[in-house]
């Protein structure tokens, strides 16, 4: 049955490169985080987290499992980042993700109509400074997503200026010069300088996740 919040709502699928991905976009401190959802579809699990509302549109980023998830260890310290799918449940361990076990396929899957998302292109130093102002504003971690399309890295996020919000979802994104790959975006706010990294370091940076897709967000198409 479908809930009143919920009528005219869709939902769009988005892969995400690795359970890594979907941890650090769920993480935000040792003992909070974003929910995840698992339920079954077919013959697998699908772990979920609902992101962005744009339109009628839910987006959930996902990976498939094997195995039922009640939750997810997460760790990123000086040694790396590690991310593992976890059928039991520790209860309040630093860095355990919960994820519920809810059927959402209540929600049918839609499509993005044109006029839903405006592509707003930008360069990356102007991109990173947008997510961290967002950032320095909500009081948390902002993250932008990375993807392939048509041979050239995008990078990009949702609704990063307050200014330019007009009731339509808006997606900043900046073309990479070259192959970038890291989990964070370390952005230096006295000189204005980027840099792709793998791990959080010193703290006279400020700070994005990077989350890295497995295939582009379905909205996004430009001209050549």
């Known amino acids: 049955m479908k809930n009143k919040q919920d009528e005219g709502k869709k939902i769009t699928y988005v892969k995400v490169g690795s359970v890594n991905d979907l941890a ?3 993480f935000s401190n040792d003992f909070y985080s974003k929910s ?3 339920y ?7 772990i979920a987290l609902l ?3 744009v339109a009628n549109n839910i987006i959930a980023y996902y990976i498939d499992s094997d195995k039922r998830c009640s939750g997810i260890l997460y760790e990123s310290n000086d040694s790396g980042e590690h991310a593992v799918i976890s059928e039991a449940d520790p209860g309040m361990e630093k860095g355990f ?3 519920f076990e809810i059927d959402i396929s209540h929600l049918d899957e839609g499509k993005f109509a044109k006029k839903d998302v405006q592509l707003m292109k930008t360069s990356i130093g102007s991109l990173a400074k947008m997510a961290v102002k967002a950032a320095m504003r909500d009081e ?3 993250h932008l997503y990375l993807f392939s399309y048509k041979g050239k890295r995008i990078i990009g996020g949702f609704d990063l200026v307050d200014e330019l919000s007009d009731g339509v979802g808006n997606f900043y994104y900046a073309v990479l010069p070259k192959d970038e790959k890291g989990n964070f975006v370390a952005y230096d ?3 204005g300088r980027t840099e792709f990294i793998d791990k959080v370091r010193e703290y006279s940076y400020m700070y994005l996740k990077i989350i890295n897709l497995a295939e582009g967000f379905p ?3 430009v001209p050549d």
Request: glycine share 8%; hydrophobic share 30%.
């Open 189 to 191: 706010y006295k000189t």
């Open 24 to 26: 650090r976009l769920a």
């Open 97 to 99: 993700i919960d994820v």
């Open 140 to 142: 948390s971690i902002r």
């Open 219 to 221: 909205f996004f198409n």
């Open 40 to 46: 079954k579809r077919g013959s697998r699990y699908r």
């Open 51 to 53: 992101g962005e509302h």
């Open 36 to 38: 995840l959802f698992c």
